[in-house]
């Protein structure tokens, strides 16, 4: 599975961005798509979830603020983030996990990442 991510950039306090993450490759199927980020010096950590059927959990830190959509048809996930403190900046990685025809085993794929800034 091929994981494309746009939509990052910088962005002031209070600001919006929409990031999204589209899959591709010899899917069979995918499960849950997620978002994590990694700030600097920093663990990475779970931003938000989405099962198959639509149910999505938010990490404390951002409940209310952001939100997951999710169009299984085209494989892409999205991450809508409003009221952006500078405490969001990170580089965000899209997961998905899923099979695909050359790995039937169903396991996690990652993103290369998207830079969100949040200047003050």
């Known amino acids: 599975v091929q994981l494309v991510e746009s939509g990052g950039g910088l962005v002031q306090l209070g600001g919006s961005l929409r990031l999204s993450c589209a899959a591709s490759g010899s899917i069979v199927s995918i499960s849950t798509m997620a978002w994590y980020r990694q700030a600097p010096g920093k663990q990475r950590e779970l931003v938000a979830r989405?099962?198959?059927?639509?149910?999505?959990t938010y990490a404390d830190s951002v409940k209310g603020r952001f939100t997951i959509p999710r169009d299984s048809a085209k494989n892409t996930v999205y991450l809508q983030m409003n009221s952006l403190p500078p405490e969001d900046t990170a580089v965000y990685f899209c997961?998905?996990?899923?099979?695909?025809?050359?790995?039937?085993?169903?396991?996690?794929?990652w993103g290369q990442g998207t830079q969100v800034t949040v200047s003050s």
């Open positions: 997961n998905v996990y899923g099979r695909t025809w050359d790995n039937v085993t169903a396991r996690d794929y």
């Open positions: 989405i099962t198959t059927s639509a149910s999505s």
